[in-house]
């Protein structure tokens, strides 16, 4: 189990997904699956209350849109009460995903096997390492 702020959970997200696209070993790539899985719903939560929110700070546009921008005050009461949803903790059911899952055997040129680690894009990576551990 770990316990994660909502920003955290946003940011992590798409990094998550991002990493999820490499060409895993099965292992690896079962575990991204389910951590995303398991981060969906969180986000989930999150873009209705965002919404929620924009809908009581702002006002329509042409398009029927809620938007946050014309009125000042308008936009400094949302982003506090969007700070504060941010801060909210949630406890995700799962446990971080070791760095060692992420090597695979691979043959060199004279045919011996040997480990290597996968190279993971590190700006996403560092989106997200509370969810995977040493």
């Known amino acids: 189990m770990i316990e994660i702020t909502v920003r955290e959970a946003v940011i992590a997200f798409p990094a998550l997904e991002a990493l999820a696209n490499h060409d895993l070993p099965q292992k690896a790539s ?4 389910r951590m995303i899985d398991k981060l969906r719903p969180v986000l989930d939560r999150y873009g209705k209350h965002r919404n929620e929110i924009i809908k009581k700070h702002g006002e329509p546009n042409k398009d029927g849109v809620h938007e946050v921008k014309k009125r ?8 506090k009460e969007h ?28 045919g011996n096997e040997r480990e290597v680690e996968i190279e993971l894009n590190g700006a996403h990576l560092g989106r997200c390492m509370k969810f995977f551990s040493e």
Do not use: C, H
């Open 30 to 33: 079962w575990r991204m699956g």
């Open 72 to 79: 000042p005050e308008a936009l400094e009461a949302f982003e």
């Open 83 to 110: 700070d504060e949803l941010f801060e909210q903790k949630e406890k995700v059911d799962y446990d971080p995903i070791p760095l060692s899952l992420f090597k695979r055997r691979e043959k060199d040129k004279d």
